[in-house]
């Protein structure tokens, strides 16, 4: 059975920085592309940057130059490293592994930006 684990969430101040990581146990065969989402209290869930198998990636206009998305195939992992923070970061942060067989997610791992 695949799981997607998650972790480095936690609260930071603005202008900090986090790194997300999200590993996959189990076996997950051709995986299209990974990503992190985000989902705010009382919002719906926002796609904030995508990597594909050939190392394309797609973020989210509000995070462009802050946040940059990086993979290691060999060990079925996804990261998400955020700087420069802003309040309007906040939120549950999850990821996805699209593969050939299935969509997967992690449980999500919150992030607070708050002084």
């Known amino acids: 059975q695949v799981q997607l684990v998650e972790s480095g969430g936690g609260l930071v101040q603005p202008g900090g920085s986090l790194r997300l990581s999200c590993a996959a146990s189990?076996?997950?065969?051709?995986?299209?592309?990974m990503g992190w989402y985000r989902q705010a209290p009382g919002k719906q869930r926002e796609s904030v940057a995508v990597i594909t198998s050939g190392g394309t990636t797609n973020y989210a206009d509000s995070v462009k130059g802050r946040f940059t998305i990086s993979r290691d195939n060999a060990k079925n992992t996804v990261y998400l490293q955020m700087n420069s923070l802003k309040p309007e970061d906040t939120a549950v942060y999850y990821c996805?592994?699209?593969?050939?067989?299935?969509?997967?997610w992690g449980q999500g791992t919150q992030v607070t930006v708050s002084s």
């Open positions: 996805k592994f699209e593969a050939r067989d299935d969509d997967y």
């Open positions: 189990g076996s997950i065969f051709s995986i299209y592309a």
